[in-house]
């Protein structure tokens, strides 16, 4: 009965010693997150009205955030499909990252709540807006988490859509199928290249490198 009462305190010392982690562990991510502030445009460009954004909480940490809202259809009119698009910048007010959420069948004065996560770093600052449509992605090229737009790169007005590496364009180098295919380009150029150079050619060079010449 003593060793009943023993391995049953044990397991009570156990569980309750998780359930302090779990306490204290919840209590010091939400410690972490501090909130954000950003601006939202409820224009929505098919009815000439606007949306309203309701209840808005967002808060971020050095590498993610969370943001829960209501979004109100109050445009007079049934929103079959529409996008919300979210930006968010981070302490230096540069563009961090850009989310695109589908909403679909939105009745007139209607309600629909959205808790959203992401991944981003530093994150200080968010604009939200309503896009009728998805953007086309064609001139947009994503390099470590950063989208260029390569027919107007970092808004100077600098058009790259038409320059290509070893026979591959820009838009179409980020994929391992593609960087597999410029190598081989640059391979092939290189031997072409190498083979045209005369046997005097190669004499010469070495020549210069043991230091003939």
């Known amino acids: 009965m003593d060793r009943m009462k023993t391995f049953l305190i044990y397991v009570l010392l156990i569980v309750g010693f998780f359930a302090l982690s779990m306490v204290l562990e919840n209590?010091?991510?939400?410690?972490m997150y501090a909130n954000i502030h950003g601006e939202f445009d409820g224009y929505y460009t098919r009815s000439g009205n606007y949306f309203e954004l309701e209840n808005m909480t967002a808060k971020a940490c050095n590498v993610n955030g969370?943001?829960?809202f209501d979004l109100r259809n109050s445009?007079?009119?049934a929103v079959n499909q529409c996008y919300l698009k979210i930006e968010l910048y981070n302490?230096?007010?540069?563009?961090?990252?850009?989310?695109?959420?589908?909403?679909?069948?939105?009745?007139?004065?209607?309600?629909k709540h959205f808790d959203i996560k992401f991944k981003a770093n530093h994150i200080d600052s968010y604009a939200i807006s309503m896009a009728a449509a998805l953007p086309d992605k064609t001139n947009i090229i994503n390099v470590l988490g950063w989208e260029i737009d390569l027919?107007?790169?970092?808004?100077?007005?600098?058009?790259?859509?038409?320059?290509?590496?070893?026979?591959?364009?820009l838009t179409d180098m980020f994929s391992?199928?593609?960087?597999?295919?410029a190598g081989?380009?640059?391979?092939?150029?290189?031997?072409?290249?190498l083979s045209s150079i005369p046997w005097w050619g190669y004499g010469l060079g070495w020549l210069c490198i043991v230091g003939l010449i």
């Open 27 to 31: 209590g010091l991510l939400l410690a």
């Open 184 to 193: 081989s380009n640059f391979w092939n150029w290189s031997v072409f290249w």
């Open 91 to 111: 302490e230096r007010d540069l563009l961090a990252d850009t989310e695109y959420i589908e909403i679909r069948q939105m009745a007139p004065d209607s309600t």
């Open 151 to 169: 027919s107007n790169v970092f808004g100077l007005g600098i058009d790259l859509t038409d320059v290509t590496i070893f026979g591959t364009k």
């Open 66 to 68: 969370y943001m829960s």
């Open 75 to 77: 445009t007079g009119v």
């Open 176 to 181: 391992w199928t593609n960087v597999k295919s």
